[in-house]
């Protein structure tokens, strides 16, 4: 993981002294609220419905067992003993004092963390794959350059108000796990054919009101100028994004605009006048960020024999099984596997931890992983490095724990936004909709027969629930003060990215359970072997669901 | 007379702000002294205006620094108007106008910015400020120009980034 050096600390002491300070002028009634929105904003502290929301960031999801221990500290002494994860890896507090803020920020900053431009009209936190380093499809580690990128984009002079918000992900692996095609920017890194590590630029997607999946502007970026490249994209938008629309200031209506291919040149004519200038990345630089991602101190273990010896618990053990099937994936070390943490059991808000998990999560992590945990955007916690001799005795002490349900990428794995319930922006709740869903659903074995499914919930258009890449997607809507939700079909945020198509007229919240099980029996019923839902749905189309669904009772 | 920032000090305000004019660009009188011209004024003036050393341009914030360009570097002074503090294109023209066209001669911020922007302004190559919409006490404002000392990226303040200074 990356270690502060004296540089970053002062550079964030110097930020919390100023927020400090803002906040004290605002109180004292010296700034106006309008003037404090920004600043606060660029802090990670939102004005929700409820109480302020206070988000703070997790660099493309890596988190360390100290920072959980302060995470759970700051749960439990300013909050109300909880927090949760959110869609795109970091962890909000939802009931934060506002006065309290700036001690809050103080004391993440001694455990490396902070909120800095975790909201607001700026680049935002990079996301990543939660299994960089250790998947057996990587090509290349992308949190060399996730750090490098968020360096560079914090305090960011020139692009810290922008037309609206700005995000970047980045993979590295065959298989895209970061969703890069939905972003404002994602970057695949890779090798080329001569062996030089590179990237390849997609610009302009995004969810919200108008989903888009990203256009690919360049082919392969030489990855030392990755910074003046990114310059060149942020430059141009900061001129040229729409301002008089804040549903249209996102990057890809401009790119949309002007079209890919103008958009591409423009960003090649200014990145021209950039690339060989002192932001061009040197090789100590890159070696440095490397250096911080390392493997850990693996042992040499007999791969086979370790897989051999879980077979066999397994045998004895249908949980284990269960559990080692969903929630337990490959690794690339012999002997190794990485784990995620369910955070969806039925009736739990999906992503919401308490301060006692969060310290148990860090216990977990030192006993097994190297005192390292990484969130993601599913909303759950993987442990990335456990050595399958201890996968039984993780399992038991996780199931003790409450993280063990062995649900990951099925049907009541949801990712689903905090909606009506604690969001303003939300037109509808989603956390209730979810747990019906859940208890709709409660037994497993059936979940399992479904195969990878997933289903993404969002309480309003922005999207925060993801719910255009949903395989089954649910959308909150208001009408007339009530709330409805549309279903959407189709989509996926992987390779293959798709949006979703929308199947009907809306749905109140009590049919929605019965709806979702009306569209999984169209599915049984027209899947052929093991064949996933998106792609029954894709053979088939939408005809067969609309049917079902809206079939009048007879 | 009206004072302002510059160069981290508060100072008389020598210069007059000319509007935009509603009319046409090239019949706008441009009274004598040191005067800031909106950029159509230049543009349909220049002949005359490039005669004298006292007229300094702004730009809206609509306008980029390329509309400007080479010209700037025979100014004494640009100013980039901000409209309201939340529309930061000014902030790019500024690097522009300093890193690319070469601009040595004062640059002023002017419009409705925050004081809380001052050091990015600062480090986007901006070395005046005036605060032409809002009341705000210079000497409170002088503070936030050093909100920071240390930066990680490259700008018109620190040509070199961090990590070219680290090693």
């Given at each position: 993981m990356y270690i502060y050096d004296e540089y970053d600390h002062n550079i964030l002491r110097e930020r919390i002294a100023q927020f400090r300070a803002q906040t004290g002028r605002f109180l004292d009634g010296d700034l106006k609220p309008e003037e404090f929105l920004p600043l606060r904003l660029q802090n990670g502290l939102y004005v929700q419905r409820l109480a302020p929301m206070l988000r703070i960031n997790v660099p493309y999801g890596m988190i360390n067992s100290t920072q959980l221990r302060r995470l759970a500290h700051i749960a439990r002494h300013y909050d109300k003993g909880y927090c949760h994860v959110t869609t795109r890896q970091n962890i909000q507090f939802n009931w934060p004092d506002l006065t309290e803020v700036p001690d809050i920020l103080a004391e993440l900053a001694e455990v490396q963390m902070h909120g800095t431009q975790s909201s607001g009209n700026c680049i935002r936190n990079t996301t990543s794959d939660p299994f960089a380093g250790v998947a057996e499809d990587e090509q290349v580690d992308p949190r060399p350059y996730c750090e490098i990128i968020r360096q560079w984009s914090s305090f960011h002079p020139e692009f810290a108000f922008l037309p609206r918000k700005f995000k970047i992900a980045v993979t590295g692996s065959?298989?895209?796990?970061?969703?890069?095609?939905?972003?404002?920017i994602g970057l695949e890194v890779l090798k080329n054919e001569a062996g030089e590590t590179g990237f390849r630029v997609y610009v302009g997607g995004g969810l919200g009101r108008t989903p888009v999946i990203g256009s690919l502007i360049r082919e392969f970026l030489p990855e030392e100028h990755l910074l003046s490249y990114l310059e060149a994209i942020l430059r141009i938008y900061n001129q040229s994004g729409r301002r008089d629309n804040k549903y249209k200031a996102r990057i890809k209506i401009l790119v949309k605009a002007v079209t890919a291919e103008v958009f591409a040149a423009q960003v090649e004519q200014e990145w021209n006048h950039l690339k060989d200038g002192y932001t061009r990345l040197t090789r100590e630089e890159i070696e440095r960020a490397r250096s911080f991602f390392t493997s850990p101190d693996y042992q040499t273990l007999d791969g086979k024999a370790a897989q051999a010896d879980v077979d066999d618990q397994a045998l004895q053990n249908v949980g284990f099984a269960k559990w080692l099937r969903r929630n337990v994936r490959g690794h690339r070390i012999p002997g190794y596997a990485a784990v995620t943490l369910s955070?969806?059991?039925?009736?739990?808000?999906?992503?919401d931890i308490t301060d006692t998990q969060l310290e148990r999560i860090a216990d977990l992590a030192d006993e097994f992983s190297f005192g390292e945990a990484r969130t993601t955007h599913e909303q759950n916690i993987v442990?990335?490095?456990?050595r399958k001799s201890d996968l039984f005795a993780l399992w038991q002490k996780a199931d003790t724990f409450g993280f063990a349900t062995a649900n990951i990428g099925t049907l009541t794995d949801i990712i689903c936004c905090p909606g009506g319930d604690f969001c303003s922006l939300a037109n509808a709740k989603s956390i209730p909709i979810a747990e019906a869903i859940q208890r709709q659903f409660d037994d497993l074995d059936y979940v399992y027969d479904l195969g990878d499914l997933n289903l993404n919930i969002s309480g309003c258009m922005n999207a925060c629930g993801h719910h255009h890449v949903g395989h089954i997607g649910i959308l909150g809507v208001d009408k007339k003060g009530e709330e409805f939700y549309q279903v959407q079909l189709g989509?996926?945020?992987?390779?293959?990215t798709s949006l979703g198509d929308v199947l009907g007229p809306s749905f109140s919240a009590a049919d929605m359970p019965v709806v979702i099980q009306k569209l999984i029996d169209v599915f049984i019923s027209n899947r052929t072997d093991e064949e996933l839902f998106i792609d029954t749905y894709r053979r088939i189309g939408a005809a067969p669901f609309k049917e079902r669904v809206y079939a009048k009772a007879h | 007379m009206p004072k302002l920032i510059k160069d981290g000090v508060i100072t008389p305000n020598e210069w007059t702000l000319l509007e935009k004019p509603e009319g046409d660009a090239a019949s706008q009188e441009v009274p004598a002294g040191k005067v800031i011209v909106p950029l159509t004024v230049w543009q349909a003036q220049k002949e005359t205006l490039?005669?004298?050393?006292?007229i300094g341009v702004w730009l809206d914030s609509g306008e980029l620094a390329s509309e400007l360009g080479d010209d700037a570097k025979s100014l004494p002074l640009v100013a980039v108007h901000f409209p309201l503090f939340m529309d930061g294109r000014g902030f790019s023209t500024a690097r522009l106008l300093r890193e690319r066209f070469g601009f040595t001669g004062e640059l002023r911020a002017i419009g409705y910015f925050l004081r809380d922007q001052l050091c990015y302004l600062r480090r986007c190559g901006v070395n005046a400020f005036e605060f032409t919409h809002n009341e705000i006490s210079l000497e409170d404002a002088l503070e936030s120009l050093n909100d920071f000392t240390e930066y990680y990226q490259a700008s018109v303040d620190q040509p070199l980034p961090l990590f070219r200074r680290r090693h």
């Amino acid at each position: 993981m990356y270690i502060y050096d004296e540089y970053d600390h002062n550079i964030l002491r110097e930020r919390i002294a100023q927020f400090r300070a803002q906040t004290g002028r605002f109180l004292d009634g010296d700034l106006k609220p309008e003037e404090f929105l920004p600043l606060r904003l660029q802090n990670g502290l939102y004005v929700q419905r409820l109480a302020p929301m206070l988000r703070i960031n997790v660099p493309y999801g890596m988190i360390n067992s100290t920072q959980l221990r302060r995470l759970a500290h700051i749960a439990r002494h300013y909050d109300k003993g909880y927090c949760h994860v959110t869609t795109r890896q970091n962890i909000q507090f939802n009931w934060p004092d506002l006065t309290e803020v700036p001690d809050i920020l103080a004391e993440l900053a001694e455990v490396q963390m902070h909120g800095t431009q975790s909201s607001g009209n700026c680049i935002r936190n990079t996301t990543s794959d939660p299994f960089a380093g250790v998947a057996e499809d990587e090509q290349v580690d992308p949190r060399p350059y996730c750090e490098i990128i968020r360096q560079w984009s914090s305090f960011h002079p020139e692009f810290a108000f922008l037309p609206r918000k700005f995000k970047i992900a980045v993979t590295g692996s065959a298989s895209d796990r970061a969703a890069v095609h939905v972003h404002d920017i994602g970057l695949e890194v890779l090798k080329n054919e001569a062996g030089e590590t590179g990237f390849r630029v997609y610009v302009g997607g995004g969810l919200g009101r108008t989903p888009v999946i990203g256009s690919l502007i360049r082919e392969f970026l030489p990855e030392e100028h990755l910074l003046s490249y990114l310059e060149a994209i942020l430059r141009i938008y900061n001129q040229s994004g729409r301002r008089d629309n804040k549903y249209k200031a996102r990057i890809k209506i401009l790119v949309k605009a002007v079209t890919a291919e103008v958009f591409a040149a423009q960003v090649e004519q200014e990145w021209n006048h950039l690339k060989d200038g002192y932001t061009r990345l040197t090789r100590e630089e890159i070696e440095r960020a490397r250096s911080f991602f390392t493997s850990p101190d693996y042992q040499t273990l007999d791969g086979k024999a370790a897989q051999a010896d879980v077979d066999d618990q397994a045998l004895q053990n249908v949980g284990f099984a269960k559990w080692l099937r969903r929630n337990v994936r490959g690794h690339r070390i012999p002997g190794y596997a990485a784990v995620t943490l369910s955070l969806k059991p039925t009736g739990v808000a999906p992503g919401d931890i308490t301060d006692t998990q969060l310290e148990r999560i860090a216990d977990l992590a030192d006993e097994f992983s190297f005192g390292e945990a990484r969130t993601t955007h599913e909303q759950n916690i993987v442990l990335a490095d456990v050595r399958k001799s201890d996968l039984f005795a993780l399992w038991q002490k996780a199931d003790t724990f409450g993280f063990a349900t062995a649900n990951i990428g099925t049907l009541t794995d949801i990712i689903c936004c905090p909606g009506g319930d604690f969001c303003s922006l939300a037109n509808a709740k989603s956390i209730p909709i979810a747990e019906a869903i859940q208890r709709q659903f409660d037994d497993l074995d059936y979940v399992y027969d479904l195969g990878d499914l997933n289903l993404n919930i969002s309480g309003c258009m922005n999207a925060c629930g993801h719910h255009h890449v949903g395989h089954i997607g649910i959308l909150g809507v208001d009408k007339k003060g009530e709330e409805f939700y549309q279903v959407q079909l189709g989509g996926s945020s992987s390779n293959d990215t798709s949006l979703g198509d929308v199947l009907g007229p809306s749905f109140s919240a009590a049919d929605m359970p019965v709806v979702i099980q009306k569209l999984i029996d169209v599915f049984i019923s027209n899947r052929t072997d093991e064949e996933l839902f998106i792609d029954t749905y894709r053979r088939i189309g939408a005809a067969p669901f609309k049917e079902r669904v809206y079939a009048k009772a007879h | 007379m009206p004072k302002l920032i510059k160069d981290g000090v508060i100072t008389p305000n020598e210069w007059t702000l000319l509007e935009k004019p509603e009319g046409d660009a090239a019949s706008q009188e441009v009274p004598a002294g040191k005067v800031i011209v909106p950029l159509t004024v230049w543009q349909a003036q220049k002949e005359t205006l490039q005669q004298r050393n006292d007229i300094g341009v702004w730009l809206d914030s609509g306008e980029l620094a390329s509309e400007l360009g080479d010209d700037a570097k025979s100014l004494p002074l640009v100013a980039v108007h901000f409209p309201l503090f939340m529309d930061g294109r000014g902030f790019s023209t500024a690097r522009l106008l300093r890193e690319r066209f070469g601009f040595t001669g004062e640059l002023r911020a002017i419009g409705y910015f925050l004081r809380d922007q001052l050091c990015y302004l600062r480090r986007c190559g901006v070395n005046a400020f005036e605060f032409t919409h809002n009341e705000i006490s210079l000497e409170d404002a002088l503070e936030s120009l050093n909100d920071f000392t240390e930066y990680y990226q490259a700008s018109v303040d620190q040509p070199l980034p961090l990590f070219r200074r680290r090693h």
